[in-house]
């Protein structure tokens, strides 16, 4: 029993290792430049952050809470809405009921250019297992999906995939201030 808690522990720490060596990797300036590259399209990556944000949310939102989701402070998502304004990739929409309330929607180009960007990364992805069983790809998903909960939840989860859903946001409404 003791020789299987080692190779976990071994397998744990090379884990630990390998996720560290991706998160440095995958974060780099190089990295997301080779990959807007193949895009044919030039975002950068706090624009292409918040651009995911907005897509994933499937609706306009308040500026307050892009920030939150980002986990950045509101002026630095303000900037950014401003640049992203410029290159034609978001548009502020006024509330109906309100137009004093901006909220913030990607333009068809904004969400067109997440999808070329996933894209190139996911042929990028492909390229780099090739050969791998699919069984095997799907493993290492269900591994990482169970981290990422785990780490959302903050270590309370059974890592089963409880996390939350970017589109069920029902509460947001109400603390907004209305649809």
Known sequence: M??????????IAELQALLSALAYDLTRPRTHERIVALA????DRAGLALLRVLVEARRPLRIGRIAERLGVRTPHVTRQVRELERQGLVERVSEPTDRRVQRITPTPLGADT????????Q????????GVA????DAAVEVLRRISSHR???GTGSGGGAG????????????????
């Open 123 to 130: 042929a990028s992805l492909s390229e780099s297992l090739d």
């Open 164 to 179: 939350r859903d970017a589109g069920s946001d029902a509460g947001d409404d109400a603390a907004e201030g209305g649809p």
């Open 40 to 43: 044919g399209m030039p975002v």
């Open 114 to 121: 997440l999808t070329r960007v996933d894209r190139a990364f």
């Open 134 to 137: 699919a069984h095997r790809i």
């Open 2 to 11: 003791h020789g299987s808690s080692d190779r976990t522990g071994r397998g």
């Open 152 to 154: 959302r939840t903050g």
